[in-house]
């Protein structure tokens, strides 16, 4: 794969905003003719930004030391 194309991918996947978007890179990361680790890795990062989307409304509560005023 032409290293330019694969890092528009990533940089697409990363842009990313929604489930539709996540699911029209995956057709093309499915289309394009790559080597196996290239593959591995899109494929790790659509899943990976799609869990990002799915779970970016929730907030975790951080621990916070009492204070003693």
């Known amino acids: 794969m032409d290293a330019r194309h694969y ?3 990533t940089d ?3 842009a990313a905003n ?3 978007a996540i699911s ?3 057709q093309v990361v499915s289309a394009t ?3 196996p680790l290239e593959r ?3 494929e790790r990062a659509l899943r990976t930004r ?4 799915r779970l970016g409304d929730i907030v ?5 030391p009492e204070r003693a005023d």
């Open 24 to 26: 029209s890179l995956r």
């Open 50 to 53: 799609a869990d990002t989307l």
């Open 7 to 9: 890092f528009q991918l």
């Open 33 to 35: 003719d790559m080597h």
């Open 40 to 42: 591995r890795v899109l």
């Open 18 to 20: 929604s489930v539709d």
């Open 60 to 64: 975790v509560p951080t621990a916070r």
């Open 12 to 14: 697409a996947i990363a």
